[in-house]
T-cell receptor, first 113, second 113 residues
Framework: EPEVTQTPSHQVTQMGQEVILRCVPISNHLYFYWYRQILGQKVEFLVSFYNNEISEKSEIFDDQFSVERPDGSNFTLKIRSTKLEDSAMYFC???????????FGAGSRLTVL | AQSVTQLDSQVPVFEEAPVELRCNYSSSVSVYLFWYVQYPNQGLQLLLKYLSGSTLVESINGFEAEFNKSQTSFHLRKPSVHISDTAEYFCAVKETSGSRLTFGEGTQLTVNP
C-alpha cells in the first residue's frame, strides 16, 4: 500500500478552469509538500506545509495556487485558473525524520488544453 | 540558496558494467543529500540519503554514494548494473535548517544488454 496516495492520476482540463489535486498521506504526519515536474525538466519545489500552515513557498507558487488540509487527512493543491504552462506532473510528499526525508506520491499528471 | 548540478544528462552503459552518476551541490550552510530514482511512468522513490555519520551510504540494491564536503559532491555508484536499473536518477539537496528540497536536472541511466 503506497504511503502517499494522489488523485487523480491524470486530469485534462481547459485553460482557465480550476483544478484540485488531492493527496492522502496515510500516516499521521505534520509536514507536507507539493512539487511539480514539467515534461523533460527537473522537479521544482512549490510549497511546504507544516502544522496546517504554509511554511515556505517558491516563486512559482503565485496567487493562482493555494493549499489546504481541510479535514486533517486530505492535502489539496488548488490551481484557480489554469494556464497552458501549468501542464506538468504534480507530486505530493510527506516529511519524516523531522521533515528531512521526503516520501513522494506517484504524482498527478495535469494537462491543460 | 542551494543548487545542484548533475553533470551528465544521459549515461548509457552495458549490463554488468560499473557506473557513476555525478552530482555536485552548492550551499553556504550545512546540507543533507539525497538520490531519488524515477522509473518510467512512476513517481520519485528515495534511493539513499546522507543526513549525518558515515560519508558513505548504501542502498539495498547495490548503489552507494559518498558525501565529499571538500569537493561538494555526492556521486552515485554501482559496481555492476542490471537492465532493471534503467531509470532517471535525481540528486537533491536540502539545507539542514530549511524545508525546501532542491533537485538536479536528472540523469537518465540506460542499461543495455
Amino acid at each position: 500500500e503506497p504511503e502517499v496516495t494522489q488523485t487523480p492520476s491524470h486530469q485534462v482540463t481547459q485553460m482557465g478552469q480550476e483544478v484540485i489535486l488531492r493527496c492522502v498521506p496515510i500516516s499521521n504526519h505534520l509536514y507536507f509538500y507539493w512539487y511539480r515536474q514539467i515534461l523533460g525538466q527537473k522537479v521544482e519545489f512549490l510549497v511546504s506545509f507544516y502544522n496546517n500552515e504554509i511554511s515556505e513557498k517558491s516563486e512559482i507558487f503565485d496567487d493562482q495556487f493555494s493549499v489546504e488540509r481541510p479535514d486533517g487527512s486530505n492535502f489539496t493543491l488548488k490551481i484557480r485558473s489554469t494556464k497552458l504552462e501549468d501542464s506538468a506532473m504534480y507530486f505530493c510528499a510527506r516529511g519524516t525524520a523531522g521533515a528531512n526525508v521526503l516520501t513522494f506520491g506517484a504524482g498527478s499528471r495535469l494537462t491543460v488544453l | 540558496a542551494q543548487s545542484v548540478t548533475q553533470l551528465d544528462s544521459q549515461v548509457p552503459v552495458f549490463e554488468e558494467a560499473p557506473v557513476e552518476l555525478r552530482c555536485n551541490y552548492s550551499s553556504s550552510v550545512s546540507v543533507y543529500l539525497f538520490w531519488y530514482v524515477q522509473y518510467p511512468n512512476q513517481g520519485l522513490q528515495l534511493l539513499l540519503k546522507y543526513l549525518s555519520g558515515s560519508t558513505l551510504v548504501e542502498s539495498i540494491n547495490g548503489f552507494e554514494a559518498e558525501f565529499n564536503k571538500s569537493q561538494t559532491s555526492f556521486h552515485l555508484r554501482k559496481p555492476s548494473v542490471h537492465i532493471s536499473d534503467t531509470a532517471e536518477y535525481f540528486c537533491a539537496v536540502k539545507e539542514t535548517s530549511g524545508s525546501r528540497l532542491t533537485f538536479g536536472e536528472g540523469t537518465q541511466l540506460t542499461v543495455n544488454p
